[in-house]
């Protein structure tokens, strides 16, 4: 039986490739070899098109939420259903995994608290790194602390809900990937490959440049470019969540 994927797509843009968050989902899919395994639907977070929690409850069933260009505690009006989905879900036991803004929703959705990153913004291909229950965390099998993953958020988490696990960390984020129950939320981009993260930034260039402390020279712009790399050992988390799920 395949797993059935539910994808909740608030990204709200396009690459200049013309893909959007669900390309670049199905295209980490075939790199690990796991797309005969998994059933895809794909549903417009922005416009307030959600699964019904029952059914993504059931056994071989899952929610994704995808990454979004703004931030959780913006005034928008999809996101207070969003929200009140992730709570649905949460209550009965449904496996979720939340990506960059999709971690930001559930931390807020179950209590927690998401805020601007203090430190500015993080962006490219950076180490992370696994607390003790990360690295015990079926998740992250294959994934060796300190290895690189594709970053690019300007808010964070900054406290977790109650009874919620802290799986990774670094130097600019210390809430990277959280676990409560069978929910995970995730800061880093594991379905984006290198090319992806690369168009995010030149979108983002000039706004990085006028707007974040940290990018005040062009040449830290142009060394955040090239620091981007492959994360197959990141890719490999997709995988592991869908293990998870299929057990």
Not at 30 to 48: H, N, P
Not at 170 to 183: C, D, E, L, V, Y
Not at 229 to 234: D, G
Request: aromatic share 8%; glycine share 8%.
């Amino acid at each position: 039986m395949k797993v059935h994927v539910h994808f909740i797509d608030v990204s709200d843009f396009k690459l200049p490739d013309g893909s959007v968050s669900s390309d670049w989902l199905r295209g980490s899919f075939d790199l690990l070899g796991i797309t005969e395994r998994v059933e895809l639907s794909v549903y417009d977070g922005v416009s307030a098109v959600l699964p019904e929690p029952e059914k993504v409850c059931e056994d071989g069933n899952c929610v994704m939420i995808s990454g979004s260009s703004g931030a959780v505690f913006e005034d928008k009006p999809w996101i207070p259903p969003l929200l009140d989905f992730i709570r649905s879900a949460h209550h009965l036991n449904t496996w979720i995994l939340g990506i960059c803004f999709g971690h930001h929703a559930l931390a807020t959705a179950l209590g927690g608290e998401v805020v601007a990153n203090p430190n500015g913004m993080e962006m490219g291909s950076i180490p992370v790194y696994l607390t003790s229950e990360g690295e015990r965390n079926e998740l992250f099998r294959g994934f060796k602390s300190g290895e690189l993953m594709n970053l690019t958020h300007r808010t964070h988490v900054s406290r977790l809900p109650e009874d919620a696990l802290r799986l990774a960390f670094n130097r600019m984020t210390p809430i990277q990937a959280f676990s409560i129950g069978r929910a995970y939320g995730l800061q880093p981009h594991p379905e984006i490959n290198s090319h992806q993260l690369r168009q995010i930034a030149g979108m983002f260039k000039y706004s990085l440049l006028r707007k974040d402390k940290f990018l005040e020279k062009k040449r830290e712009y142009e060394n955040i470019v090239s620091s981007i790399r492959e994360t197959p050992e990141a890719r490999a988390i997709l995988s592991n969540f869908i293990d998870m799920v299929e057990r």
